[in-house]
């Protein structure tokens, strides 16, 4: 069971890399928050119940609802356009994508571990390589930060492998998830308040070198 | 001690968020200043006492007291540096409070023995440090502030999953204590791919904080953007905490069969890191920039000699405190001279000499023990390194490493003598204020020290850096 959920997350990453409009990108966020819901509660049996009810509700609450409805109201409030512009054609984009799960794939077997341990893997190590992916080639802030909402659902599926062993682990993810939720959020409030008013002083070159 | 000091700092930096009074403020700042000094006494006498999972081991101690006193200077030159930038009072309280949050979590961060707990205050550091760089609020300090949030959570999250992957060794190998001394003690019994990834991830997240080859980006903006003494704290204190994540992590790797892939990874990393300095710093346009990339540099060799095991790691540790004590020397006097001209840009600045020759002094005398010329500490330090690669067999990587290092000893001095010495042309000098010449002293005495240093070690500063270095190459 836990590994049909597990397969059915990589399909969605094979979506998120073609999609072309940014409310598709929050949708299929959306969906992984309930697929990350399912694989939690599959796979954390002997976990304490109110730690895996907790669990339940990060991800069902902040990664499905309120996630998806915060980037949607900075897009609507910013004007920013509905497209994702890929700096990448999505043909060579998906071709790459393919190459990499199957280079993972090569890679788990390296471990020469169980099958199980190895879906988990491979699974987050791909969700970790499409957040980057999507972060290297997409044009708009926005876009970097769904990048970095799907390396922390690698990360969550990552986290679920040593659960049962080490519930800790998994309460930390879900600690980096509110930390960087937070500071993302922070910015994106205070970006839209006092700063454009007062002028620089004495260079108004970009940042580089 | 450890829970007071912790809990009286972070209640510190919360009065100083909300306090509107003047008075107040400086008894606020002046009663942390004395609240770590007395930690820093504290963990010098009861040095590799634990409590939780805080132990004050000697690396915990060395850096703790280097702390201590460059941000007590920082808290100190800050006061200059707000008066001029004249901000309203609250974006003072914020650049305060993030700026003791930031030493607390530093020092927290040096002590944790547990791998989580030192991930968990890496964390904090981050948030505070973007306060400390968002301080200006312009459009510059914003684009710093986002990358510098963007690459660190990133590779905040880089350290989580390499955290995970030795989750997945100790699963298979049946432990499950992730503090250093017990993964040091079984190391032996971690499946060698898993602590592999384990590593790669730890070290490729924690360069973001140490200034290293894959995320060293974020550093350069940070050090360039924020306030001068909080970029002095980032030159020393924040490197030094990203320092202690790669060598604790190292130091259990090393006890595995794969302790040569780990120094093939180091010296990889270093080699470029060196490289990708000597690069930059030829078209570096900024002062702040330009200390930024030396950091660098230094942090590579820092690299290099952990990589080279045996003395090279005890100079590397050596090499780390006394850049702790250069950079920011400089970095301060960086900040007055930007008060003065108005700018950083080396292209509008220059003729320092004819308004402060204390801070001249500085430059030129701090030039000369950045760049490791013999009275300085860093000779010592980089002669060892480079005398451990010569026996290691490193002939030609040592060759390149030399003439990288030239190259960036004459940019260094071409830009620094420039803002010494040359005037450019529309510069009208009677309108430019003359710092007074004790705001200097601090960094002099800095200064002073470095050479110290390398002349006379004093030798129970060696004995705690023999203990420290102990740490990765007993056994």
Known sequence: MVNLILLSFLATLFFIITAWRLVTYLQILALQGVLLFAAAFFSLSSMHTANLAFILLETVVVKTVAIPFFVGYILKRNNITREAEPLVPVFISLVLMVSSVILIFFLSYASGFSIFDNLFFVVSLATVFTGLYIIMTRRKIITHMMGYLVIENGVFILSLAVGNEMPMMVNMGILLDVFASVLTLGIFLNKIGDVFKDGDVTQLRRLKD | ??????????????????????????????????????????????????????????????????????????????????????????????????????????????????????????????????????????????????????????????????????????????????????????????????????????????????????????GIDAKDKAPSPAGAIFASGLMNVGFCGIYRTYGIIRLTDSAAWANSVLLFSATISIFLASVYIMKVANYKRMLAYSSIEHMGLVML?????????????????????????????????????????????????????????????????????????????????????????????????????TVIIWALGRNIFRLVFTAPPNVKFESLERPSPFESLSQLALILFVMFMGVFPPEPILDYIRAAAAIVSSR
């Open chain 2, 1 to 218: 001690m450890y829970s007071i000091f912790f809990i009286t700092s972070f209640l510190i930096g919360g009065a100083l968020l909300f306090n509107r009074n003047n008075i107040l403020k400086v008894f606020l700042l002046l009663s942390f200043v004395i609240l770590q000094g007395s930690f820093a006494l504290f963990v010098i006498r009861n040095t590799g006492s634990s409590y939780g999972y805080l132990t004050a081991d000697h690396l915990a101690v060395i850096f703790i007291v280097v702390l201590f006193i460059i941000s007590s200077l920082s808290i100190y030159h800050s006061a200059a540096y707000l008066k001029w930038q004249q901000k309203n009072e609250r974006e003072h309280n914020f650049y305060y409070a993030a700026m003791v949050i930031l030493v607390a979590a530093l020092n927290c961060a040096y002590c944790a023995n547990h791998i989580a707990i030192t991930w968990m205050f890496v964390e904090i550091t981050t948030i505070a440090a973007s306060f400390l760089i968002y301080y200006r609020r312009t459009e510059l300090t914003l684009e710093a502030t986002w990358k510098y949030i963007f690459v660190c959570t990133i590779s905040i999250t880089f350290v989580f999953i390499g955290i995970l992957f030795l989750g997945i060794a100790m699963k298979h190998a049946g432990l499950t204590d992730m503090s250093y001394t017990s993964l040091m003690a079984n190391a032996y019994l971690l499946n060698p791919f898993w602590t592999k990834m384990a590593f790669i991830f730890i070290f490729t997240g924690f360069t973001a904080k140490a200034a290293l080859f894959p995320m060293y980006t974020a």
């Open chain 2, 305 to 405: 000699g952990l990589a080279m095991g045996g003395a090279g790691v005890f100079a590397a540790i050596f090499h780390l405190l006394v850049h702790s004590f250069i950079k920011p020397a400089l970095f301060y006097q960086t900040g007055i001279a930007y008060r003065v001209f108005g700018s950083k840009m080396i292209e509008e600045t220059g003729g320092y000499f004819r308004q402060s020759v204390a801070g001249s002094l500085v430059f030129i005398l701090g030039y000369f023990c950045v760049t490791a010329v013999p009275p300085s500490g860093l000779f010592i330090s980089e002669f060892m390194i480079f005398r451990e690669m010569y026996l290691g067999g490193y002939l030609w990587l040592m060759a390149i490493i030399m003439m990288l290092l």
